[in-house]
């Protein structure tokens, strides 16, 4: 729960994505419940009842007979007509007294993906809500339908797509898969079958022995099927890899792979279309034995394929975002549409793995590809360790619905970290590596919630970013409202940490 202080410091710096601010001086806001809905359905926060607003500025009120007001609260919020689950727990509310005021503050957990939607007044289409920089606003359809799907323990990948026969497969995808399965496995007894029941063990088809009915399903349409089959069931399917190369800034992209007629664009064919492109030019040396041969692929290799697998795997296909893998001089992107499914700590600890499309993940692990129980990002920190190259970035944006993995990488290798180090010792004063420290935090610190952090005043923070900024060590992407900050460069943790 907030303390006092931390409490003043977030009045002083006003309302965010993970704050809002209420008066409660006539009773309990009604417009609490929309924010209750919204929090829980995006990253949580907190809610302060007790605090005034004018012109934009916030200073401390306070509430009148809190106790009734709480009484009113509870009252309100387990009643499932006006809010579909009771989010909040007793230990998420408390009154502060501070001199003479006392204020209310409601911690907002974030809802788990098997309880969202959020919504108020019975009714999931106008009251479900969610929250962004500029407040509250009510989701859309298409939002609360993802989030109705995610709540499913069901696989999205596994449905029958009525209509969809085997007429709507591309049999150069299918053999091909075949060859690489062949070569892998020869006498796996699936080989054997035709393409129908091939199909079906892999969940590419299914039939449904109560309705009857029968037909390709998600995962079978989208890893082999023809593109102009894929786009009229899902008409913005979209799959997208860019290189940035040049030298040249106004050049969007130096090489380019997507739907643009040439080829079958499915997620087989991507796959390998993509993997041979960004594993390009790697500059990583193999392991060798004492013959000097080399020993298969690196584990730099393996993080790669591993990342561009889960990319495709947890990938909310229906949505109307593509998938952009993009490959620049510094680092790889994987982009994806949909939410996590597991929180980002998780994700990092390793063990636990939360697929949206098992069986898509299973196509590919029958060639080899991808990892079960969450280990595949684990060898992905493995990899990016051993070279001592900056820890891999997992970053969710659940306004847009967007999941983004930056892996940052060096192709000159030219200096150690202690060399490194030192460097950034030299050309960066305290201040500076503090501003460093905190937003490698909070991407999206501001410079006001900086100039708090650090004890120093906010022109002096926007010089020294400005130093940084010159240095190449520091980026601003996006406004200075709802933008963040990005690090150019590798920071060691003994120099991020003093």
Known sequence: MISKDELLEKINLGENSEIEFKSAKGGLPKSIWESISAFANTKG???????????????????????????????????????????????????????????IVIKV??????NRPIFINNNPYMGTYKRNIDGDYRCTQIEIGQMIRDASDEPQDFGILENFTLEDIDQGTLKAYKNRFLARQSDHPYLVLDDKDFLKKLGGYKIDRLSKKEGLTLAGLLMFGKESSI???????????????????????????????????????????????????????????????????????????????????????????????IKAKEYFIFRNPGRLRITIEQIYQGGISDVRNPYIQRMFQYLGLGEKAGSGFEKILRAWSEQQWMRPQVNEDIVLDITTVKLEYQTNKSKNSKDLEKDLEKQLNKNQIQIIKFIRENSKITQAQLSIKIGINEKNIRN???????????????????GYWELKKIFFEGVAND
């Open 45 to 103: 926060g907190y809610i302060v009842l007790g605090v005034e607003e004018k012109n934009n500025i916030f200073k401390l009120g306070s509430v009148k007979k809190s106790s009734s007001l709480l009484k009113i609260f509870w009252d309100t919020h387990n009643n499932a007509q006006k809010l579909n689950f009771p989010i909040c727990h007793e230990s998420d509310v408390s009154t502060i007294k501070m001199d003479n005021n006392e204020v």
């Open 231 to 325: 786009l009229e069931m899902f008409p913005h399917f979209h799959l997208d890899y860019q290189e940035k190369l040049s030298d040249n800034e106004d050049e969007r992209w130096s090489y380019r792979i997507t739907d643009d007629g040439t080829w079958e664009c499915n997620i087989f064919n991507f796959y390998y279309r993509v993997y041979n492109r960004l594993v390009q030019d790697v500059a990583v040396p193999f392991a060798l034995n004492k013959n000097g041969t080399r020993l298969g692929e690196t584990h730099v290799h393996e993080a790669i394929r591993e990342a561009l697998v889960n990319t495709l795997v947890h990938a909310n296909h229906q949505s109307t975002k593509s998938i952009t893998i």
């Open 464 to 482: 020294n970013i400005k130093k940084l900024k010159e240095l190449k060590l520091l980026e601003r992407i996006g406004p200075d409202k709802g």
């Open 109 to 114: 957990p974030i809802a788990h993906r098997t």
